[in-house]
């Protein structure tokens, strides 16, 4: 009798094996079995570069591995899934808009999409008609936040989104602009210059908040801090990534004059004890260690101890902008190219060592480090569309 079961089996499995390779009909039974017509739904990130590594999300790819192929040319697969394929942008691609994705199953069917083929070592985190603008990263490196109009917003609010690209997630819901997040890797609180005035900022002009991020949607109950209170604007805030001295967090001051004509720049600390002012300039940024501020001044970069002293020049092209110090002891910062392109460069932290990181006929700013050091967040204005970019140090 068992023998017999056995026998029946045998055959019956055959029976399948053979119908399977005859490639008939859309039942998605099996790999190789013809299957359902594949859909592809996203593709993460919408732009890249290549070698990046890419996700293509969707559904009825099958189980078996099949083949992705970007212009032409074939992508090396790392996973295989019946909903999500990870294979990398081949090499030898140009720069162009809206290039073909096709992935083809085991059974032979195939589905299409397009990614931007971005600069050399770079993807593209958004990918939407809103502003985004000014970028930083979370202490752990997995999310980026950002200020911009998204829809469902009135005016500037901060979002996040994942590192890789994805979906934005609205943080601040002030009926004022919100800008220059910067999150403090410790803590996870984020600070931010916005004129919100529910908060006791009498004369609505720009000042320094902060906040955990999950606690800032509406009716959560939890307190977001007014940092400054002066009667001019304080913007730029930058957390140090390590306490030297007691100062956690620098910002930008606009010194005013008795008249309220502007005078000048300041770059002033916050420590638990109070404010201070440390040098004329902005845009201020920490050394990994905290004993150094980076910043820019009259349109060069300088650096200058936390604890106060002489300023030391580090750039001298009246064209840099938004310095970041890394923890590799590099500083990424902004430059401008005349009046064609703004681009992204890198320099040791003694002004040695300058060289361009992404150098295109575009417009990038406002860099920052990751956490690890292995990538720089920016932002980009590519045929007057202003998003999200990673570059990724090679």
Not at 109 to 125: E, F, G, L, N, W
Not at 286 to 304: Q, R
Request: glycine residues 10%; aromatic residues 10%.
């Amino acid at each position: 009798m068992n023998t017999r079961v056995m026998l029946g089996s045998a055959i019956l499995l055959t029976t399948l094996v053979l119908f399977a390779g005859c490639g008939g009909g859309d039942s998605p039974s099996g790999p190789g079995n013809g299957g359902s017509t594949p859909n592809i739904t996203s593709i993460l990130p919408s732009g890249a570069a290549p070698g990046i590594p890419i996700q293509i999300k969707g559904a009825n790819f099958d189980s078996a591995p099949g083949t992705v192929t970007v212009g032409g040319s074939a992508a090396t697969v790392a996973s295989w899934s019946p909903t999500e394929v990870a294979c990398t942008i081949p090499q030898g691609l140009p720069q162009v808009i809206g290039i073909s994705v096709e992935l083809t199953t085991a059974a032979g069917k195939t589905a299409q999409s397009t990614i931007d083929i971005t600069p050399p070592h770079t993807y593209r985190v958004t990918d939407t008609s809103a502003m985004d603008h000014y970028p930083c990263w979370s202490g752990g490196g997995d999310w980026i936040y950002f200020s911009s109009v998204l829809p469902g917003s009135s005016n500037w609010d901060i979002y996040r989104i994942p590192a890789t690209g994805g979906v934005a997630t609205r943080v601040t819901f002030d009926d004022e602009p919100d800008f220059y997040p910067d999150m403090n890797f410790s803590s996870g609180e984020l600070a931010w210059s916005s004129q919100m005035t529910h908060v006791n900022n009498s004369d609505n002009d720009y000042e320094v908040f902060y906040g955990f991020p999950d606690c800032l949607q509406p009716g959560s109950g939890c307190t977001i801090s007014m940092l400054t209170r002066n009667t001019s604007r304080d913007l730029d805030p930058a957390w140090a990534r390590t306490v030297h001295a007691g100062y956690e967090l620098a910002y930008t001051h606009e010194d005013t004059l008795p008249s309220g004509s502007f005078a000048a720049w300041k770059v002033w600390l916050h420590s638990n004890t109070g404010t201070v002012e440390l040098t004329e300039g902005r845009q201020p940024g920490f050394s990994p260690d905290g004993t150094w501020v980076v910043f820019n001044h009259e349109d060069n970069i300088y650096k200058v101890p936390t604890t106060g002293g002489t300023p030391e020049q580090l750039t001298d092209t009246d064209h840099d902008w938004y310095p970041n110090w890394g923890p590799d002891d590099r500083i990424v910062f902004q430059r401008t190219n005349g009046a064609t392109a703004e681009d992204i460069f890198v320099m040791n932290a003694d002004g040695s060592g300058v060289a361009p990181m992404v150098n295109t006929p575009n417009y990038e700013y406002c860099p920052s480090w990751s956490p690890d050091g292995k990538k720089v967040v920016y932002y980009a204005n590519v045929m007057g569309q202003f998003n999200i970019y990673v570059y990724v140090v090679p």
